[in-house]
């Protein structure tokens, strides 16, 4: 009885390990990304200072920069945020970013809005979010250039919602 009563115990710590092994997995695989840099070199260079507001949301360089912010999006950004920058709940709704600025009537005050929008954007790109010790976001300065975040902007001011 007691052999019997030990080998029952033993194959549930058995289950038990294995089913913690697979889950510890699980969570590492989604967990151990490497952000990608972004080849940017079909789109004109912006330099060194950065831009208060995104130089590709018109003129001949939108298309070009929707194509590379697209991508870019893809391989850095859609893991949390959503493909097609729809999240799932856990992430900002990158959609809604500027949601607010868009239903002000007052010029004056949209621009504001937005000038305030970009500087945010920019700033969690490049540095991230922490919060009480925790990564919320992981900073991307040194691995995006400032051609590439702006592409980025630029694919989400397409994905705005109506």
Not at 62 to 78: D, F, M, P, T, W
Not at 80 to 107: F, N, Q, T, V, Y
Not at 134 to 160: C, D, H, N, S
Request: glycine share 8%.
């Amino acid at each position: 009885m007691t052999t019997n009563i030990l080998k029952q115990g033993a194959l549930a710590a058995l289950a038990l390990a294995a089913c913690m092994a697979w889950t510890s997995q699980s969570a590492w695989a989604h967990g151990d990304v490497v952000p990608q840099s972004v080849d940017t070199t079909t789109l004109p260079q912006l330099g060194p200072k950065w831009l208060d507001n995104n130089p590709y949301s018109a003129g001949p360089a939108n298309k070009e920069a929707l194509r590379i912010g697209s991508s870019a999006y893809n391989q850095n950004c859609a893991r949390c945020h959503g493909l097609e920058a729809i999240s799932g709940g856990i992430s900002p709704d990158l959609r809604k970013l500027d949601a607010d600025c868009m239903g002000l009537a007052d010029m004056a005050k949209k621009q504001a809005c937005f000038a305030e929008i970009n500087e945010y954007y920019v700033s969690t790109t490049r540095r991230g979010r922490t919060r009480d010790g925790r990564v919320y976001m992981p900073p991307f300065e040194g691995i995006l250039t400032q051609e590439a975040i702006w592409a980025i902007k630029t694919y989400l001011e397409t994905r705005r919602e109506p």
